[in-house]
Nanobody
Framework: EVQFLESGGGSVQAGGSLRLSCAAS????????IGWFRQAPGKEREGVSC????????AYGPSVKGRFTISSDSAKNTAYLQMNSLKHEETAVYYC????????WGQGNQVTGSS
């Protein structure tokens, strides 16, 4: 069974930093494009960043480019999202999943940027 377990969220003052982790299981991590997504209250889920270890491609949403960094450790089947200069409006539940053939969504991790 494909599963994702996110951790590392919390509350930080606007301008601060947080690092999210996503432990994946049930599939060959390196064979898929893995993405970070977020859903703010009352809004639809949106893509934040993604990477593909097989081709080395990395992409960021325009609003996070230059502030967020995606990385991974294939030995641990874990993806990371380093978030710097966090904004209050980026308060959301953050999730990870495969970009294509997404599996069931996990509980995500609450990230709060307090103003």
């Amino acid at each position: 069974e494909v599963q994702f377990l996110e951790s590392g969220g919390g509350s930080v003052q606007a301008g601060g930093s947080l690092r999210l982790s996503c432990a994946a299981s049930g599939f060959t991590f390196d064979d898929w494009v893995i993405g970070w997504f977020r859903q703010a209250p009352g809004k639809e889920r949106e893509g934040v960043s993604c990477f593909g270890r097989s081709n080395g491609n990395i992409a960021y949403g325009p609003s996070v480019k230059g502030r967020f960094t995606i990385s991974s450790d294939s030995a641990k089947n874990t993806a990371y999202l380093q978030m710097n200069s966090l904004k209050h409006e980026e308060t959301a539940v953050y999730y990870c999943n495969r970009v294509s053939r997404a599996a069931s969504w996990g509980q995500g991790n609450q990230v709060t940027g307090s103003s």
